[in-house]
């Protein structure tokens, strides 16, 4: 009875605690290494992060625990038999190193993980999973097959023409499956197919390396397409970068690397434990003589239907006249997992209009400049040919503009195969561009028959932004469409000239920005591998890396993105292996620049100069003006000394006593030469006075100390009186600009600048009528030789400032990955409301605030885990409210301090609603 008694008290209690905590406190959004349930990976000891919610505030993690199983059944039964952490007490959730049993080639882990915080413990996460890809260059028996030929119907000149290859082979599957894995690299791209059936739906796969340094490989999972008995498996592969679009044309300047070449390695395990292998080989057929008869990125897709050979991708097809293929030579690069996203189609646009311009001819609007391509849908006779030709704007008379697409041919062709209706885009190619001419569509084509298609890496969109002002919601969305039109893989200039070019320096800061709005951290570190492969072994770093064009013309600001880049992983995400992989090549670019080309501690060389910086007058690309230009040598030495300091922040985090204190040396020997050099004191400006130079070594904190308000103003002054209030900085300078200036109090000028719609602005573009952004701030006058419609160069700090200065969501640089935030927004005149989030690898944040009846209203989230400093505009600590009751006094908030015209709170994670007097 007793007993009873208890039970009865006891036990509901216990459930109710039981389920309290489930509903409580849980994990989310496993990751490895970043990527959701990643296959074929090469990482061994891959890193694990999980986001942790719960109700109610103030959740801290103080201790985990993570399985890692062989098997799901394994997992289930709590069994971690390739790794069990026990109970680490730890805060921390991102970036866990996998710590188990050494991880082989092939090996599937199952693995989930159970925390304890502050509010109560969670329950085992949902399972989440990884592969590990072939570890060992012994793993793979595959042998590159290819042809290293063109045939009559190719062409390996300036304008090369190469068809796509088709590969198959039919093989004999003896029992019933168990598991089958392919593993795949076909250059330049490739498409994979069993039994009739695509795999994956990924495209232009996979991403551009130096293919002699490394070569990227996919893995997938196929034990649902493969059948007992008689099966297909083919590829098509197209050139990518890897056939190069310019063969033989400037031999000095543009890398080559062959033909296309393939290695496949296809896995089967049975049922009854044996195994086969079916690899690329001298078995396998192959032709060119198919339907894609070009294609090349920069000139276009011919598909002839006509020539399709159906059922080639299957079994049962009669290849005997099909050729053998060669043994070929590996590329020569380290075979690597693809451990970034796959570019996808990603989205969709619909035409807006179409209008006749000739007879035969029409041009096509699709109200948006994307990178991508157009699937298209016609009926007419056997062998017509439709053209379709890209372009980025058209000219007054109404016909395209190609002439900023310098040498790029940018024509598809379709031939009908005739008969019913037939649809089509190409696959090995893409084009930039908002309009297309359309060329003998069989009667009259309606926007109906077209579709864009958008084609860029598949990147997590992990920001919203929106303003009460509709010309910065305006520039932020073109900015979002110009940032996915220029990932391929790598970051590209732009997406439609003869170029496309990973040059460096358009993503220094760009890609700080460019990860607020989307999850950039994998391609990112995959850019600063092809970057410290494309090193030479003097040290010197390129300006383009992949270095598909040999420039390494030796200048600060370009490669300098490299450890840019390396800061914004770590800063952003928490990611410490780019800096730890790439401290060495750093190091060495830094001692290379440093011993060829600092004289007394001046940096003598620079290249680009303020790229793209408004010229006087508005047909010129580059100013040829000297009052507005600036001096190369400061920029370089500024820029010297910018990365001395970034070098000395990852020495610091990679425990290099000894380097910090050289970097720390060197740093200081260079401020004061270039105080010396190029600071005038009666003035209180630099060099020339141009907003560039005076803002670098603002920013860069080189500025003597009694001088920062005098520089200040002497920026302030360029802007507002000298140039009427106009930018008048370029690629470098705009890197810093608008958080220059906020730091120096000046917000309002930043969004002065930031609002601004005439020459030179952001505005100006987009009341230009632009979609994305120009190359050049006057890329509606410019000469068209340079003057691209979808660069992100000029975007500089624009989107930082955004999110971490207009929206306050900033991670604070001594706990990053938003560990810690800053949130200080600037309710600057003129802006009455921000309502913005970002999804960090904590979690989502968000930021919602606006003026209304005199009051400043702020909601906020801050994901469990994480703090944040939250600054609230107000006279007085005493007025502010947070959900309706004095903030002094609410739960989860901490007060600190009045800090200038600001409330300063300590707040632990949860939903806030401050309030103050406006
Ligand atoms: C590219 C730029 C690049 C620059 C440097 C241009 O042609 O499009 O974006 O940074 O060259 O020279």
Known sequence: MKKRLIYSLVLPALILAWGQCMAAISTQNLRCEMLDNPRGIDAVHPRLSWEITGDGRDINQTAYQVLVASTPAKLAANVG?????RKVVSGESIMINYAGKPLISRATCYWKVKIWTNKGESAWSQTASWTEGLLNAADWKAKWIGYDHGFPWDSVSKFSRLSARYYRKQFNASRSIKKATVYIVGLGHYELFINGQAIGNQVLSTPPTDYTRSVIYNTFDVTKNIKQGANAIAATLGNGRFFTMRPKYKPQKIKEFGFPKMLLQLELEYTDGAKQLIVSDGSWKFTADGPIRTNNEYDGEEYDATKEFPGWNNTGFNDSKWLKPELVAAPGGKLVAQMNEPIRVVGTVKPI???????????????QNMAGWLNIKVKGPRGQKVQLRYAETVKEDGELSVANLRDAKVTDVYTLKGGSQESWHPVFVYHGFRYVEIVNYPGTPTVDDFEGQVVNDDLENTGHFETSSTLINKIYRNAQWGIQANYKGMPLDCPQRNERMPWLADHATGSYSESFVFDNAKLYAKWLDDIEQAQKPDGALPDVAPAYWNYYSDNMTWPGTYLQVADMLYHQYGDVRPIAKHYASMKKWLAYMKLKYMKDYVLTKDKYGDWCMPPESPELIHSKDPARTTDGELIASAYYFKMLGLMEGFAKVLNKPQDVKEFVALSAHIKSTFNQKFFNAQTQQYSNNTVT?????????MVPQASRPAVAKSIQDKILIANTGHISTGVIGTQWLMRGLTNQGHADIAWHLATNTDYPSWGYMVNKGATTFWELWNGDTADPSMNSRNHVMLLGDLLVWFYEDLAGIKSNPEHPAFKQLIMKPQAVDGLNFVNASYHSIHGLISSDWKKQDGKFNWKLSIPANTSALVYVPAKTAGEVTESGKKAVAA???????????????????????????N
Do not use: H
């Not at 209009?353 to 035969?360: E, F, N, V």
């Open 81 to 85: 038999d390739l790794w069990d952490s």
């Open 693 to 701: 130079a005076n803002l670098l070594p603002m920013y860069f904190d």
């Open 353 to 367: 209009a179409i209008k006749p311009l000739s007879p035969g001819i029409y041009i096509m609007d699709m109200g």
């Open 891 to 917: 739960e989860g908030v901490k007060y600190l301090r009045m800090e200038g015209n600001c409330a300063v709170f300590e707040v632990s994670s949860g939903n806030y609603e401050f309030e103050s007097n």
